[in-house]
């Protein structure tokens, strides 16, 4: 009994010591696994730290593709600048090209000079300067906008002469609109205005002999002497320039205005919808003169206008603009907006279709066609002077 109570003693001991012994292994083994687990955070982590390395680095490489693009990108706009100064000149050289065919199609008495049409009579010859004035009335059609040549600077003044001078190479003096009727020695335009330059005076002018000498002619040299207006004593026989004020008048407000076929024409890049179009028209052709949505009345008018203001509302390619005709009256019957039936007609293929049931105002589209459009939209539009 004594034995084996001695020997389930000793197990017994044994049993209480193998317990901490085995605790420890365990303590020790899961200490051995949060250092392995650290050590693998650790492993993850560099890697980790790499990937940021390797993302930090393709970062750098996006950024500096991205600032060669850029790069790119300022020389791409700047070049297309450069298309778009390149394109504006030759637009204007398109203009004035179909401006000088305009006014060398009026006869071989006309001459083109720096964008203007002038006539020069050679047949008429006038030894009183005022006898010329009535003559230059319908040099450039029915509404009697010719008039003497009035020099509004000296590059005008010089290049007309010059031009003149060669092509009528058997004159040598011109009559031009200036005079001093009104106060001695004080120098206007016909139409009013005080000369805005240093007159170029021949030598010896202005003599104002005899005490009558208040009109103007220039000399193939350019220079200016003033000659009587009303009395033909001993005078010489001169031939005249004349100019037409209504289109250095249109031309003169700004690049949005084009002078075709004896009208004046302006292109509103201002978006409105059809009513607001209407008024806006009204207040764009100076103190003088109101005006109207454009009424296309002929195709060549219809064309040039059209192919002129699709040219200046560019580099926009909304090149649908209000022109002057609804069936805001008679559903289907197109008017003018001013009134009257159309006396020409446009139209794209299928058009005025009144698509929806509210398509009651004209507008460009198609190159020089028209379309019906609802009359709400706000786009650009073409005015008239009236
Ligand atoms: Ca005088
Ligand atoms: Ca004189
Ligand atoms: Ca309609
Ligand atoms: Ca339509």
């Known amino acids: 009994m004594k034995v084996s109570s001695v020997i389930i003693g000793y197990f017994l001991i044994m049993l209480l010591m193998a317990v901490p012994i085995n605790s420890k ?23 980790q730290n790499e990937e940021l390395k390797n993302n930090v680095s393709t970062l750098n490489t996006d950024f500096l593709e991205l600032q060669a693009e850029n790069e790119e990108l300022k020389n791409n706009v700047s070049a ?28 071989n008495t006309y001459v083109f000079v720096l964008g203007q049409c002038y006539y020069v009579e050679t047949t ?16 450039f059609g029915p509404t009697g906008s010719g008039r003497l040549f ?26 031009i609109g200036v005079n001093d009727k009104m106060e001695e020695n004080v120098w206007r335009y016909n139409s009013g205005g005080t000369i805005p330059f240093n007159i170029p005076w021949n030598s010896g002018s202005p003599s104002n002999s ?47 205005y084009t002078y075709v076929l004896g009208q004046c024409f302006y292109v509103e890049m201002d978006l409105f ?29 219809n064309d040039q206008v059209i192919e002129f203001a699709a040219r200046t509302i560019l580099p926009s390619t909304n090149q649908k603009m209000y022109i002057g005709m609804n069936d805001l009256a008679k559903e289907g019957t197109f008017q003018y907006a001013t009134g009257g039936d159309l006396v020409y007609t446009n139209w794209h293929s299928g058009e005025p279709n009144n698509s929806g049931g509210d398509k009651d105002c004209a507008e460009t589209w198609w190159g020089t066609k028209w379309n019906d459009q609802n009359c709400d939209g706000k786009q650009p539009s073409i005015c008239e002077m009236i």
């Open 273 to 301: 919808n059809y009513s607001d179009a209407m008024d806006n028209c009204q207040n764009h052709f100076g103190l003088n003169h109101s005006g109207k949505l454009f009424e296309p009345r002929d195709a060549s008018t």
């Open 80 to 107: 297309f600048s450069n298309d778009l100064l390149v394109n504006g000149g030759r637009i204007e050289l398109l203009e004035n090209n179909q401006a000088e065919a305009e006014c060398l199609s009026l006869g």
């Open 150 to 175: 009035e020099p509004k600077d000296i590059l005008t003044n010089d290049a007309v002469a010059r031009v003149v001078s060669t092509t009528f190479p058997a004159f040598d003096r011109w009559i």
């Open 25 to 47: 292994k365990n303590k020790v083994k899961k200490l051995q696994e949060a250092v392995n687990k650290l050590k693998q955070n650790f492993l993850e982590s560099q890697d």
């Open 210 to 256: 005899g005490g009558n000498e208040d009109c103007v002619e220039v000399f193939n040299d350019k220079a200016w002497n003033d000659i009587p207006c009303t009395t033909n004593t001993g005078n010489a026989m001169r031939p005249s320039i004349c100019e037409n004020a209504a289109a250095i008048e249109c031309l003169s407000l700004g690049n949005s």
């Open 124 to 139: 008429n010859l006038f030894s009183i300067a005022n006898d010329s004035i009535e003559n230059c009335h319908d040099k």
